[in-house]
């Protein structure tokens, strides 16, 4: 007998109105085929849960359960009694109280496929039955990579080598949580017995809402002069010209090399091992990428073999400058996040490197923007490919849950950038926002062919996305991460310094509560928060009293109303919050002032 089998296909920030154009128009044409043979409600609407954030939801879709019952309160939680500016690392399944479907399906021997699903990571015991591939954050294998992403600039100058290293990430406000981020944030913490990550709670920032606190230089940068070759054991192209880039870490030399491939006009880059190698490890043209680019690096003092790829941005026509872009250098040894182990090794053997998304400091140029778009897309055919494997691998499966997470990362990042009056090309940003979405329905109409009378496959999305007004920016209330004191402070209940580094800080002695995470207000409880100052029995009024100033608080450049509505915590439980990792106060943001989401 055939066996019953579902698929859900989790499109994290996808926005239901702008599926529904699409659809009208088209352009979605697998979507469109979806709801015409099967079942979906006219807006394509989903009951959500409080707040509209990536994690919460996607353990809701997972356990079907609310939020106050699987404990995942926000992009990140916080648990009463801790110091108000510790915060937990949600991207973890040891979060969640409540049982997964694969959890119960698993102990009726039936078997489940979990690709980058939040909240998956780690398995929660030995699960014969149950296959795993990450889960550790919103994009696929991000902490294991070797070497970050680079910017190379050639120039047929006399000039030194010049390189400057990324910034490390303070906050998670972008959702993607890098692998050297991680590590800062684990401090001295080990692994386990089984290699799994502990659990992580760090630190808060004080943070300024509706600020972008990204870090400007996301790429290594390097600048290397052009050479005629010298010294070389092997023949390079005619009229080529060399140029050496220092890659991981400072401790592997590689050899970029230019040429014109019709002898005349200069198009072509090519990475060779050394000078005495005749092949070069990887090559491409102006406006184009190579082949993955197989290579062996040092990490944590040993070999692993990575792979990386490689897009040429540009070259003077007669060779005197060339730029470049080399994605990070994922680590093919590094199984750790894969259950059982040796699923890895066999899916790259299949399947190939899975490379992370190229944006490198030029996404709000056209160029950029293609570059960025087209990673993605890749990204979205290693997932199907990966996917088509996994089926091949286990035919037996009955279960499969995946997480895309491609539109939620555009969104924050561009959307604002879409209206009009928001940027010169907003037509052109709105366009290929909406590209996006099209590389998402070829993903699924990859996946329809399971469609055999016996599979059914579940689209959904966690939440949607929702711009500010133009010229209508946030007061300084509310981020996915940290604490927010702006409005706080404005109204007498948030106290602020400048410690010795010219960092904001919270001073708690004379703070009465803070505005923390998405949708939270803590009041800074004596007994409970350790360095609480409101007495137990002033509670109650309190938090009617910060409640009245929040509904009060008007724009203050624009007059409007900021908040929509506030829930003490006994009301909270009403929507399905509440517990003891939300806060005394559950707020929600009119809609132009929710960072995108809808918090």
Partial sequence: MALKRAMML??????????????????????????????????????????????????????????????????????LGKPLDIVELNWDSRRVESEFIWEALANEGKRCLMVNYCEAWPPRFDDEYGVYIDGTGVMPFMRCVADHQKVVTLK???????????????????????????????????????????????????????????????????????????????ELPKKAKVA???????????????????GVHYDTVSIYKNRSTAEPMGTTKVNSWSEPIYDQYTRDDKFVKVAYIMYCMNMAEDGSKAEFYLSNAQDLDDTSYFYPREVGPKLFDAVGPMFSYAKFGTEFTRQGQQILLESFEMMHKWLADATDWLFEEYPDWELYYIHIHSIDF???????????????????????????????????????????????????SDHGEIPHIVGDENPGIGCLSGVTPEVMESLGLTKTYTDENGKLRIDWSKTIACYQRSSYVYINLKGRDPEGIVEPEDYDKTVEDVIGKLYSYRHPETGKRVVAFCMTRDEMESVGMGGEHCGDILVQLQPTYCEEHAF
């Fill in 244 to 262: 050496t880039i220092i890659v991981n870490n400072g401790l592997v030399r590689r050899y970029a090399v230019i040429y014109p491939s019709d």
């Fill in 410 to 460: 555009w969104a924050h990042r561009f959307i604002q950038h879409m209206l009009p009056g928001s940027f010169d090309d907003y037509e052109f940003m709105h366009e290929m926002f909406m590209r996006l979405y099209e590389s998402f329905d070829v993903y699924i109409g990859r996946m329809m062919k399971y469609l055999d009378g016996n599979t059914t496959i579940f689209v959904t």
């Fill in 10 to 79: 989790g499109l994290d920030g996808a926005d239901p109105l702008v599926i529904k154009k699409l659809v009208e128009q088209g352009r979605l044409p697998n979507i469109k085929k979806l709801i015409e043979n099967g079942a979906a409600v006219d807006n394509m609407s989903m009951i959500g849960a409080f707040p509209s954030v990536t994690p919460p939801n996607w353990a809701s879709l997972a356990t079907g359960s609310w939020p106050r019952t699987h404990g995942v309160t926000c992009y990140h939680n916080h648990t």
């Fill in 156 to 234: 047929n100058e006399d000039i030194e080598y010049y390189e400057k290293t990324h910034a490390i990430k303070k906050s998670s406000n972008d959702c993607v949580i890098q692998g050297d981020q991680f590590k800062k944030m684990m401090g001295d913490a080990k692994v386990d017995d089984k290699g799994f990550a502990p659990l992580v709670e760090f630190k808060s920032d004080v943070m300024t809402a509706g600020k972008n606190t990204r870090p400007n230089n996301e790429s290594d940068i390097i600048i290397s002069p052009l050479k005629d070759p010298e010294n070389w054991n092997i």
